[in-house]
């Protein structure tokens, strides 16, 4: 089910709105000429990371990985990233939204358990 196309859709949702809590976080945790750099940099980090570090293989990307990680340390990137954007909305005051993209985070790797498993084998 972690192929499945719904939750592939829902796990670039996903994605997405966790640049978007990194970028909140950024902007609503500091001041000054700082807000825009890290509303900026955290999400362009968290990207480069996302897109960078691989699984090879992978059947829920292209295959491809332009840095070889193990499965450990990709589920790890992932939980990272996805989390610390949930958590970027309820620092920068969206605690409801950031509520339930973790709870949206938990559902899709919950339908994900084969692809935790084939990671975690990696």
């Given at each position: ?14 994605e997405l ?36 570090f691989a ?54 790797y919950a ?12």
């Open positions: 089910m972690g192929n499945a196309w719904w939750n592939l859709t829902l796990r670039f949702l996903l709105a966790a640049l978007l809590g990194l970028g909140l976080a950024g902007w609503g945790l500091s001041d000054g000429w700082w807000r825009w750099i890290l509303a900026l940099a955290l999400p362009l980090i968290a990207a480069v990371l996302w897109g960078t699984v090879l293989n992978d059947p829920s990307r292209s295959g491809r990985a332009p840095v070889p990680v193990p499965g450990a340390v990709r589920l790890v990137l992932e939980l990272t990233i996805l989390f610390g954007g949930a958590a970027g909305f309820y620092l920068a005051g969206y605690t409801t939204t950031g509520i339930i993209v973790a709870l949206l985070i938990a559902i899709s339908f994900s358990l084969d692809r935790l498993s084939w990671l975690l084998k990696q």
